[in-house]
């Protein structure tokens, strides 16, 4: 079971960011957004496709369509920049935890 | 606040066997529905689940790695403790353990894992 991410996504401060992650049942099971800056452990940034935990910025959101979720940051600041990392559960057989290759953002 | 501290040793050799401890505070792990993941993550690469464990002894294992690798856990002292057996330098890296919830979808009929809660990780070593 695999969670698609591109490499990497490049915007200028003030844009929008599109973070996409894809997988074959993602119509069917949910996505959490974890933001990893550099030397640090990750931070979740989205729950449940679309919901923002508790003192996350506003400016991020989540979104699900089919097979294909996206993490935007509308809004983009200096401090965005991180790697952005999908996860979602296979429910084959034993559950297990499955992560998204990651998304360097470049601010 | 909940939070979740990693310990074990930074260099360990080939073919030795790693052990890592995870403590918790602010949680239990006998909360139900919550439990404790290990994932690790190699310099500059993608995070890799390892596996978990949950308040009712309950374990998951990540297949490509499920013969080298034992979770336990100490209620009392609120710690969780990995074994990784065979050791190579490809397993170097950062570890980290992590609150791990699990919930179901009852409209699509679903469970589903969140990882809400994140250690500091400990780098480990593989090395002669």
């Known amino acids: 079971y695999e969670l698609r991410q591109p490499p990497s996504v490049s915007v200028s401060p003030g844009q929008t960011a599109r973070i996409t992650c894809s997988g074959d049942?993602?119509?069917?099971?949910?996505v959490c957004w974890y933001q990893q800056k550099p030397g640090q452990a990750p931070v979740m940034v989205m729950s449940k496709d679309s919901q923002r935990p508790s003192g996350v910025p506003e400016r991020f959101s989540g979104s699900s369509s089919g097979t294909e979720v996206t993490l935007t940051i509308t809004g983009v600041q200096a401090e965005d920049e991180a790697a952005y990392f999908c996860?979602?559960?296979?429910?084959?057989?034993?559950?297990?935890?499955?992560f998204g290759g990651g998304t360097k953002l470049t601010v | 606040q909940v939070t979740l501290k990693e310990s074990g040793p930074v260099l360990v050799k080939p073919t030795e066997t790693l052990t890592l401890t995870c403590s918790v505070s602010e949680f239990s792990l006998t909360n139900a529905g919550m439990g404790v993941s290990w994932i690790r993550q190699s310099p500059g690469e993608a995070l890799e689940w390892l596996a978990h464990i949950f308040s009712t002894d309950q374990k998951s294992y990540n297949t490509s790695l499920r013969s080298r690798l034992t979770l336990s856990k100490d209620t009392s002292k609120s710690q969780v403790v990995l074994s990784m057996t065979d050791m190579d330098p490809v397993d170097t890296g950062t570890y980290f353990c992590?609150?791990?919830?699990?919930?179901?979808?009852?409209?699509?009929?679903?469970?589903?894992?969140?990882?809400?809660?994140w250690g500091k990780g400990t780098t480990v070593t593989v090395s002669s």
């Open positions: 992590a609150r791990v919830i699990i919930e179901y979808n009852r409209e699509g009929g679903f469970f589903y894992y969140s990882i809400d809660v």
């Open positions: 049942t993602l119509a069917k099971q949910y």
């Open positions: 996860q979602s559960t296979d429910n084959t057989g034993t559950r297990y935890v499955v």
